[in-house]
């Protein structure tokens, strides 16, 4: 019970910690680069069953090399140690960049309460 609730867990957890890894605007596609290998073995896992023939142990052993090799490639991932932890840390540590043309802009309020077309 303890590894199907751990399966089930990592199957929520999984999707939410990839979209996170991807920037915004690369979302989308990182985050279905990433569904394509699970899809594949999705499909394989029922032949490798097959490779018994090879093996007994060699279905199960496959499927542990290929875990441990898994986890060893998250070591590959970038730190994010130095990274600010919300908005307001980003505004104040972001130095402020002046534009390339360098235009004077006009600012108005905007009057809320004012007829529209009057």
């Known amino acids: 019970m303890v590894g ?3 399966i089930s867990s990592s199957n929520v957890i999984i999707p939410i ?20 290998p699970a899809g594949v073995a999705l499909i394989l896992i029922p032949y490798l ?3 018994q023939s090879i093996n007994i142990h060699f279905p ?18 970038p730190d994010t140690t130095g990274l600010a932890d919300n908005l307001h840390q980003l505004e104040n540590d972001v130095p402020i960049q002046t534009p390339l043309v360098s235009t004077p802009i006009k600012r108005r309020k905007l009057n809320l309460w004012r007829k529209p077309y009057a």
């Open 4 to 6: 199907k609730f751990a």
């Open 17 to 36: 910690y990839t979209a996170e890894l991807f920037p915004t605007k690369m979302r989308n596609l990182g985050v279905g680069a990433s569904s394509v």
């Open 49 to 51: 069953w097959h490779m």
């Open 60 to 77: 199960m052993g496959l499927l542990g090399v290929v875990g441990v090799l898994g986890g060893l490639s998250v070591l590959l991932l």
